[in-house]
């Protein structure tokens, strides 16, 4: 049976090589009959959290109403979450940062969220892959937080201009996560 994945990227750009791994991703999650919700956060009007722990007193998951609240009822019924993104200054781009911090909702909005599967798609310019700690890291530690099993990880070093990513077996692996699911 297949599952629900929600997608969830950070580039802002369109042909960018973290959205190849993406497109690459979803496509192969389809195939073996999952669905799939993509949210393109750097597409979305997304801002940061508030901590007015407000969370779920207006019936959304979010009392500051922007796209978030798009975002949050595709979780709360996901089996699985991906985020896919381009590392940013050693760190997670400011397009999806707003999506993961907002994740504080459900914890504070006492949604059940546990037990959702979790992983997570990114790239870099540099070729050190340690460069990229800066995204692996803080999702495997808000997975922990809220329960979630990582499932999987794709890594890519050494891509910067667009189209680098066909260079790497990026995609390829992309694809084969969705064998873990």
């Not at 950070?10 to 799939?36: Q, W, Y």
């Not at 801002?47 to 949050?72: L, Q, R, V």
């Not at 803080?138 to 990513?165: F, Q």
Request: with cysteine; aromatic share 8%; proline share 3%.
């Amino acid at each position: 049976m297949g599952k629900k994945i929600v997608v969830i990227t950070g580039s802002p750009r369109k042909n960018g090589n973290s959205l190849a791994m993406t497109d690459a991703f979803i496509r192969a999650a389809k195939e073996k009959g999952h669905t799939v919700a993509r949210f393109d956060a750097a597409m979305m009007k997304i801002g940061g959290c508030h901590a007015c722990e407000t969370c779920y007193k207006t019936g959304k998951a979010c009392s500051f109403d922007d796209d978030f609240n798009t975002i949050a009822p595709a979780i709360l019924e996901a089996d699985a979450v991906v985020f896919a993104m381009p590392v940013y200054w050693y760190s997670i781009p400011a397009q999806i940062k707003g999506v993961i911090d907002r994740l504080f909702s459900f914890v504070v909005g006492g949604r059940d969220i546990a037990g959702k599967e979790c992983a997570v798609i990114a790239c870099c310019e540099e070729e050190d892959l340690t460069v990229l700690d800066g995204v692996r890291i803080p999702i495997e530690r808000s997975a922990a937080l809220m329960k979630w099993k990582m499932v999987g990880e794709v890594l890519v070093p050494g891509v910067l201009n667009v189209g680098d990513i066909e260079k790497t077996d990026g995609c390829a692996r992309a694809a084969a996560l969705a064998d873990k699911f």
